[in-house]
Nanobody, 128 residues
Framework: HVQLVESGGGSVQAGGSLRLSCAAS????????MGWFRQAPGKEREGVAR????????YYADSVKGRFTISQDNAENTVYLQMNSLKPEDTAMYYC??????????????????????WGQGTQVTVS
């Protein structure tokens, strides 16, 4: 069965860095839109970054551009989120999500959480 397992969260001071990992198993990794989302208490889940695994195309929310980098290791079926220059407002539970899709869908609709089929359990990031 499909599994997405996140790791790498933790507590860090403002200006610090963390790298999140999302290991995927149980399905064909290629031709998927893999997204990182976050949700802070009392707020809606928001898209942070996503990657189309077939082409390596990446997309970012304006709030993290220049600070976060999404990447992948196809051999390991793993997506990473490198987070630098972290701010207290980055504090949230971070989730990995996946959907088998086209590049067009990932570009056009992949920012919205409702389109994803599979979700990980989340990993907490706290910036103080």
């Amino acid at each position: 069965h499909v599994q997405l397992v996140e790791s790498g969260g933790g507590s860090v001071q403002a200006g610090g860095s963390l790298r999140l990992s999302c290991a995927a198993s149980g399905y064909t990794y290629n031709s998927n839109c893999m997204g990182w989302f976050r949700q802070a208490p009392g707020k809606e889940r928001e898209g942070v970054a996503r990657i189309y695994t077939g082409a390596g195309s990446t997309y970012y929310a304006d709030s993290v551009k220049g600070r976060f980098t999404i990447s992948q290791d196809n051999a390991e079926n793993t997506v990473y989120l490198q987070m630098n220059s972290l701010k207290p407002e980055d504090t949230a539970m971070y989730y990995c999500a996946a959907r088998r899709s086209t590049l067009f869908w990932c570009n056009d609709a992949g920012h919205a959480s409702k389109g994803y089929n599979y979700w990980g359990q989340g990993t907490q990031v706290t910036v103080s």
